[in-house]
């Protein structure tokens, strides 16, 4: 069967990078929703606690009930679950939400510093406090999230400003309502790397723990490694005549005799379709034509291939980004790590 590998080293060689730019692991935050970007949360989850992080970001409550054991914190970004937890954190994405959560639930209020999605409004703040303050919830950080932190744009200068702005009213309506101090956080990974002398209170970081941050211009970024590596292995061999057509549509014709095998790996476990025809593999083996639901055919007779150890590289076959060719991945397929 097609199976992932996950390099330990690498990982711990990202997280020490991201530690030096936020000068402590404690504040690092690790994302890791959507199955750790496909990597397989519980297998990410019990190496960042062997590094020593204690922080996590997950996308829902049953997430986090998957890797509560592994963290001290764990923020979560879009749920609404009534019973309050002593180590998970609910976001307020919006002021109608405020009034769902129950008393005692801890939650951190997402404000909207310019990219339009989630988060409060900026005026809104005080009157947020206030509903916070009556529904008897535990404030404990604000926090934003950048639009284009990888993107050389106006955009992100601006967001810095106004979340600049938002954490000095946020401050002042915290001691109004006797809250305790807040914590702040704005960074993603491409904000942290771009981020001369950070000095918030959290960084939540995703892709640039699993070593695929693309980001011109940093150094650091440069010197992460790609954590997982995807391989499949031979189904069949066989020899294709010059002329003779391989897979669905027939569209790969051969130009001369060769070895073509067919490999247990198909978009139906993740390997994007729009990989197809095009596709080479970090060993320069060439597909041969259609990616198929649970298969499909490359140019050699190896019994087994490595598919990418880079997804970045792999994105660009697909016209895509290395988000989206690992958490593609889906959970069935077997993770080791090494
Ligand atoms: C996914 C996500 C992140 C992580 O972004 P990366 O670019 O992978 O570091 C951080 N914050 C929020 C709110 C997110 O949704």
Do not use: W
Request: aromatic share 10%; charged share 30%.
């Amino acid at each position: 069967m097609a199976y992932i590998t996950l390099n330990k080293n690498n990982f711990f060689n990202n997280l020490s990078i991201i530690a030096k730019l936020t000068k402590t692991k404690d504040k690092i935050a690790l994302v890791l929703k959507d199955n750790a970007y496909g990597h397989g949360i519980l297998e990410m989850a019990a190496m960042a606690k062997e590094y020593g992080i204690t922080k996590a970001v997950v996308r829902n409550y049953a997430e986090a009930k998957q890797i509560e054991d592994f963290f001290e914190y764990i923020l979560v970004l879009a749920d609404v679950v009534k019973e309050p937890n002593k180590k998970i954190r609910y976001t307020i994405n919006d002021i109608e939400a405020i009034t769902q959560f129950a008393k005692g639930t801890k939650v951190e209020l997402k404000v909207d510093t310019g990219m339009c999605r989630n988060g409060i409004m900026i005026h809104e703040l005080e009157d947020a406090f206030s509903v916070i303050k009556e529904q008897g919830l535990e404030l404990e950080a604000v926090f934003t999230h950048h639009s284009s932190a990888d993107e050389d744009n106006k955009y992100f200068d601006l967001q810095n400003k106004n979340f600049k702005k938002v954490k000095e009213k946020a401050s002042l309506l915290a001691k109004k309502h006797a809250f305790s101090p807040l914590r702040f956080h704005s960074c993603n990974s491409a904000a942290l790397f771009r981020t001369q002398n950070f000095d918030e209170d959290i960084a939540r970081i995703g892709i640039a723990a699993y070593g695929c941050l693309e980001l011109e211009n940093s150094l650091y970024a440069k010197r992460l490694q790609a954590v997982l590596s995807l391989y499949a292995k031979r189904i069949s061999v066989r020899t294709v005549k010059k002329g003779e057509c391989v897979g669905y549509g027939a569209a790969f014709t051969s130009e001369l005799a060769c070895k073509i095998s067919n490999y247990d790996i198909g978009y139906g476990d993740g390997f994007l379709r729009s990989c197809s025809h095009h596709f080479i593999t970090p060993d320069k083996i060439q597909i041969a034509g259609r990616i198929s639901m649970d298969n499909s055919s490359f140019i050699t007779d190896k019994k087994e291939i490595l598919i990418f150890d880079d997804a970045k590289e792999s994105a660009k076959f697909a016209a895509t980004i290395s988000y989206e060719v690992l958490t593609a991945l889906k959970e069935k397929i077997e993770r080791k790590i090494i």
